[in-house]
């Protein structure tokens, strides 16, 4: 372990006992080698800093890295390598116990409050003082790089560590030049920079020679994965040397970044597949033992590398991730969910936990994670009033700083799962004034995905409209992927329909024929076999001939009837095949669990306009639901419920 001292700015090597550590000296005080310059203003491409006299150092901000060009320090600040054996014991006096330095560094909130925390001390390790590198980049750093570059960087403390951090990296233990490393890449020190080369290289040729314990490697990778370009050879040697090492002896920080790492290294190549099964095998007996950022991490990395032939895995990390919902940070949220849709997954408990806490949360989660539990509970087609709720509120009070993708993605569900909040008006009215103020900033499948979802609710965007039918907008959706494939087609034409039926009113442009559908496609609501032969089996019981019914016809208004009865002006059943003196059509809806909401009697969205539209087109629309049929088990008690809910003037007189 090297040693800093704070008083003669020199790397001093002790004798015995203690010969096989290095004493890191650093200044106290950098005042006496010239006068503090006053802040310069800066551009948000470069300033000044690490000034000492007539010398300074110039800072290039790089995609949001910072260039550090390290110079020569005065005589006062010079490092250099001593042979006085004789300060070991008094370095060693002055030397803070590193547990009580950690716990005051804990309890800096400020560069500035850990700047003068260092002043005060005379000797410490070079643990310590990556730790303080490591702490200033907690506090300094935030989701938009370094908060106060000028604070930090022209500090005279910060310029005398990262100096001798660069020119005695060779002097320092593994653990303080990986912390070193991985907090001057967190505070966005240009990867370019001598500075973290000369970490970089020193890190390299330890890696080479084996000098680096399992814990080291991760804590390399991990360092590595966070530069702009990481170095997939390192990354390659880290994977190598962690293929030899005994899986079942790792921590859960190792293993999840390792899968991590494999991230990168993995791509279409097989020579790590060995060591990805044995880590799937290894992990699954850890499961439980995850913590929540592990479990996401891991979940991450899984659906990053397709491992979706690991079955028992999956569904131990999802079922052990319910407890951590409170838990996990937004964007281990986010990577939770995205596994669960990534391979399929719902579990019962998980959306239970996600109703307790999500609504709660959502004032302070991030649009990004609110629009992934969206997007959960729509391909999922989980009603959860709670969730939607509250996302409703959080809409209305904030959908302004939104991107129009997120506009999209919080909205659509409602349509999807045909369900309305309490404050729906304040909500759509919300919408409109954002569509009036950047329609044309919307992409436009997303823009169109959008205002089908209105119209499945009855909200009807017919302000907009003019725009989606026009020739130019229909170019726009033909040039961008999925283009005008069937499902995009068939929203414009529902589109269409829907203000043909509930809209007399609208007077603009039409959808041109050539881009409707024969017949909309559904994407949820195809029909439930089982459930359909067993509503067959009961008009036959019932209507005693297969010739006054007919299953799934093709309407000439895009709709697909699962059955359709006919009826003359006097209530008598006509067979199928006749088309004049038609006076009733009755289509039977046969619901099954596919077109509802999960565990709710809600129908979805695409199957409620369907059955309107069907009202509207002058059908007499019964509906079979499969939790009215279900407890059913003979054709004689089938035949009298449809009897019941087809004719129900007739039944209980024997016709």
Same mark, same amino acid.
């Given at each position: 372990?090297?040693?800093?001292?704070?008083?003669?700015?020199?790397?001093?090597?002790?004798?015995?006992?203690?010969?096989?550590?290095?004493?890191?000296?650093?200044?106290?005080?950098?005042?006496?080698?010239?006068?503090?310059?006053?802040? &310069?203003?800066? /551009?948000?491409?470069?300033?000044?800093?690490?000034?000492?006299?007539?010398?300074?150092?110039?800072?290039?901000?790089?995609?949001?890295?910072?260039?550090?060009?390290?110079?020569?320090?005065?005589?006062?600040?010079?490092?250099?390598?001593?042979?006085?054996?004789? /300060?070991?014991?008094?370095?060693?006096?002055?030397?803070?116990?590193?547990?009580?330095?950690?716990?005051?560094?804990?309890?800096?909130?400020?560069?500035?409050?850990?700047?003068?925390?260092?002043?005060?001390?005379?000797?410490?390790?070079?643990?310590?003082?990556?730790?303080?590198?490591?702490?200033?980049?907690?506090?300094?750093?935030?989701?938009?790089?370094?908060?106060?570059?000028?604070?930090?960087?022209?500090?005279?403390?910060?310029?005398?560590?990262?100096?001798?951090?660069?020119?005695?990296?060779?002097?320092?233990?593994?653990?303080?030049?990986?912390?070193?490393? &991985?907090?001057?890449?967190?505070?966005?020190?240009?990867?370019?920079?001598?500075?973290?080369?000369?970490?970089?290289?020193?890190? %390299?040729?330890?890696?080479?020679?084996?000098?680096?314990?399992?814990?080291?490697?991760?804590?390399?990778?991990?360092?590595?994965?966070?530069?702009?370009?990481?170095?997939?050879?390192?990354?390659?040697?880290?994977?190598?040397?962690?293929?030899?090492?005994?899986? %079942?002896?790792?921590?859960?920080?190792?293993?999840?970044?390792?899968?991590?790492?494999?991230?990168?290294?993995?791509?279409?190549?097989?020579?790590?597949?060995?060591?990805?099964?044995?880590?799937?095998?290894?992990?699954? @007996?850890?499961?439980?033992?995850?913590?929540?950022?592990?479990?996401?991490?891991?979940?991450?990395? !899984?659906?990053?590398?397709?491992?979706?032939?690991?079955?028992?895995?999956?569904?131990?990390?999802?079922?052990?991730?319910?407890?951590?919902?409170?838990?996990? @940070?937004?964007?281990?949220?986010?990577?939770?969910?995205?596994?669960?849709?990534?391979?399929?997954?719902?579990?019962?408990?998980?959306?239970?936990?996600?109703?307790?806490?999500?609504?709660?949360?959502?004032?302070?989660?991030?649009?990004?994670?609110?629009?992934?539990?969206?997007?959960?509970?729509?391909?999922?087609?989980?009603?959860?009033?709670?969730?939607?709720?509250?996302?409703?509120?959080?809409?209305?009070?904030?959908?302004?700083?939104?991107?129009?993708?997120?506009?999209?993605?919080?909205?659509?569900?409602?349509?999807?799962?045909?369900?309305?909040?309490?404050?729906?008006?304040?909500?759509?009215?919300?919408?409109?004034?954002?569509?009036?103020?950047?329609?044309?900033?919307?992409?436009?499948?997303?823009?169109?995905?959008?205002?089908?979802?209105?119209?499945?609710? &009855?909200?009807?965007?017919?302000?907009?409209?003019?725009?989606?039918?026009?020739?130019?907008?229909?170019?726009?959706?033909?040039?961008?992927?999925?283009?005008?494939?069937?499902?995009?087609?068939?929203?414009?034409?529902?589109?269409?329909?829907?203000?043909?039926?509930?809209?007399?009113?609208?007077?603009?442009?039409?959808?041109?024929?050539?881009?409707?559908?024969?017949?909309?496609? @559904?994407?949820?609501?195809?029909?439930?076999?089982?459930?359909?032969?067993?509503?067959?089996?009961?008009?036959?019981? !019932?209507?005693?001939?297969?010739?006054?019914?007919?299953?799934?016809?093709?309407?000439?208004?895009?709709?697909?009837?699962?059955?359709?009865?006919?009826?003359?002006?006097?209530?008598?059943?006509?067979?199928?095949?006749?088309?004049?003196?038609?006076? @009733?059509?009755?289509?039977?809806?046969?619901?099954?669990?596919?077109?509802?909401?999960?565990?709710?009697?809600?129908?979805?969205?695409?199957?409620?306009?369907?059955?309107?539209?069907?009202?509207?087109?002058?059908?007499?629309?019964? &509906?079979?639901?499969?939790? %009215?049929?279900?407890?059913?088990?003979?054709?004689?008690?089938?035949?009298?419920?449809?009897?019941?809910?087809?004719?129900?003037?007739?039944?209980?007189?024997?016709?």
């Amino acid at each position: 372990m090297a040693l800093i001292t704070l008083k003669s700015f020199h790397f001093c090597s002790p004798g015995a006992p203690a010969s096989r550590r290095v004493l890191l000296t650093l200044c106290k005080s950098l005042s006496s080698a010239g006068e503090r310059r006053k802040p &310069q203003s800066y /551009s948000p491409t470069a300033v000044r800093v690490l000034c000492s006299k007539d010398k300074c150092r110039d800072v290039f901000c790089w995609k949001n890295h910072v260039q550090l060009r390290m110079q020569s320090l005065s005589v006062n600040e010079t490092v250099h390598l001593c042979g006085d054996t004789g /300060s070991s014991a008094q370095a060693r006096e002055r030397w803070m116990d590193e547990q009580v330095f950690f716990r005051t560094l804990k309890s800096l909130h400020t560069s500035q409050e850990i700047f003068k925390f260092l002043r005060c001390l005379e000797v410490m390790s070079d643990i310590m003082a990556s730790g303080a590198l490591q702490r200033i980049s907690e506090v300094e750093v935030d989701g938009d790089g370094l908060k106060n570059p000028e604070d930090v960087l022209e500090n005279e403390v910060f310029r005398a560590l990262c100096f001798q951090f660069e020119f005695e990296s060779s002097k320092l233990s593994n653990t303080g030049l990986l912390n070193a490393l &991985q907090a001057l890449i967190r505070l966005r020190i240009d990867p370019q920079s001598t500075l973290i080369a000369s970490l970089l290289s020193e890190c %390299e040729e330890r890696l080479a020679n084996r000098k680096l314990t399992v814990d080291s490697l991760c804590s390399l990778g991990e360092s590595l994965l966070e530069l702009e370009v990481p170095s997939c050879a390192m990354l390659e040697q880290i994977v190598s040397h962690m293929q030899e090492k005994d899986i %079942e002896n790792w921590s859960p920080r190792e293993m999840a970044m390792v899968y991590k790492i494999l991230q990168v290294v993995v791509g279409e190549r097989e020579q790590y597949r060995d060591l990805l099964n044995r880590m799937n095998s290894a992990t699954l @007996t850890i499961a439980y033992q995850l913590c929540p950022k592990f479990t996401s991490a891991i979940l991450n990395s !899984l659906v990053a590398l397709h491992q979706t032939q690991v079955v028992p895995l999956i569904l131990a990390l999802c079922k052990h991730s319910v407890k951590h919902v409170p838990y996990f @940070t937004s964007d281990e949220l986010a990577s939770v969910l995205e596994a669960f849709l990534f391979f399929g997954h719902r579990e019962q408990i998980f959306t239970e936990a996600l109703e307790k806490h999500v609504p709660k949360s959502i004032p302070a989660m991030p649009p990004e994670t609110v629009s992934k539990v969206m997007r959960y509970c729509c391909q999922k087609k989980i009603l959860s009033k709670p969730i939607l709720d509250a996302v409703a509120e959080g809409f209305i009070s904030n959908a302004d700083s939104f991107t129009t993708d997120q506009i999209a993605e919080y909205i659509v569900p409602f349509g999807t799962l045909n369900y309305l909040p309490p404050n729906a008006s304040s909500l759509f009215r919300k919408l409109e004034a954002i569509l009036h103020t950047r329609l044309g900033q919307f992409r436009p499948h997303a823009l169109l995905n959008l205002l089908h979802s209105c119209v499945l609710i &009855q909200r009807y965007p017919v302000n907009f409209l003019p725009k989606i039918f026009s020739p130019y907008f229909l170019q726009e959706l033909q040039a961008q992927p999925p283009g005008l494939d069937r499902v995009v087609a068939s929203q414009l034409t529902q589109l269409f329909l829907t203000v043909t039926l509930e809209c007399p009113f609208y007077e603009g442009p039409k959808l041109l024929p050539k881009y409707q559908v024969n017949a909309f496609l @559904t994407t949820h609501c195809f029909l439930d076999v089982h459930l359909f032969r067993k509503v067959k089996s009961g008009l036959l019981h !019932l209507l005693k001939k297969g010739m006054y019914f007919s299953s799934e016809v093709s309407t000439p208004y895009f709709y697909t009837v699962d059955i359709e009865i006919k009826l003359d002006e006097e209530g008598f059943m006509l067979p199928a095949t006749q088309c004049e003196e038609v006076h @009733t059509r009755i289509a039977l809806c046969v619901d099954g669990q596919n077109r509802f909401c999960v565990n709710s009697h809600n129908l979805l969205g695409e199957e409620a306009i369907k059955q309107r539209h069907l009202q509207l087109l002058g059908y007499k629309v019964v &509906q079979v639901p499969f939790f %009215e049929v279900e407890s059913i088990k003979s054709c004689r008690k089938m035949a009298e419920y449809l009897h019941r809910k087809i004719f129900p003037h007739t039944y209980g007189h024997g016709c």
